[in-house]
C-alpha cells in the first residue's frame, strides 16, 4: 500500500507566496516522475510541473518563473513552491507520482487527496 499526502495550502493574498509538500509513504522501491497538477472549478486537471528521477524538470507556461519543484528523494517528497501567486493560481492542487512498490513489476501511478489552494484579497 502506498499513500501521498499533501500539505502546505491554504488562503493567500495575490503576489503572496505558498510552499506544498507531497510525501509518499508505504512499500515503495522506487519513484520515477513526481508531479504537481491542479483543478480549478469548472475546468479539467492540469499538470502544473514535474520532476524525473533525474531532475529534469517541467512547467506549465502560466507558472514559469513563479513556480519552483524540487524533490528529496530520501524524504520521498516533492515540494512546489509558489510565488507571485494570482488568483487565477486557485485550485484543488493534487500530488502525482510514479511508484514501483516492492513485490511489483513496474511503475504504478499514485495520487494524493488534493489540498485547497485559495489566492484572494
Known amino acids: 500500500q502506498v499513500q501521498l499526502v499533501e500539505s502546505g495550502g491554504g488562503l493567500v493574498q495575490p503576489g503572496g507566496s505558498l510552499t506544498l509538500s507531497c510525501t509518499a509513504s508505504?512499500?515503495?522501491?522506487?519513484?520515477?516522475?513526481m508531479g504537481w497538477y491542479r483543478q480549478a472549478p469548472g475546468k479539467e486537471r492540469e499538470l502544473v510541473a514535474s520532476?524525473?528521477?533525474?531532475?529534469?524538470?517541467s512547467y506549465v507556461d502560466p507558472v514559469k518563473g513563479r513556480f519552483t519543484i524540487s524533490r528529496v528523494d530520501a524524504k520521498n517528497t516533492v515540494y512546489l513552491q509558489m510565488n507571485s501567486l494570482e488568483p487565477e493560481d486557485t485550485a484543488v492542487y493534487y500530488c502525482?507520482?510514479?511508484?514501483?512498490?516492492?513485490?511489483?513489476?513496474?511503475?504504478?501511478?499514485?495520487w494524493g487527496p488534493g489540498i485547497q489552494v485559495t489566492v484572494s484579497s
Open positions: 520532476i524525473t528521477r533525474g531532475n529534469e524538470i
Open positions: 502525482n507520482a510514479a511508484i514501483w512498490m516492492w513485490g511489483r513489476r513496474k511503475y504504478d501511478d499514485y
Open positions: 508505504g512499500s515503495i522501491a522506487s519513484i520515477n516522475v
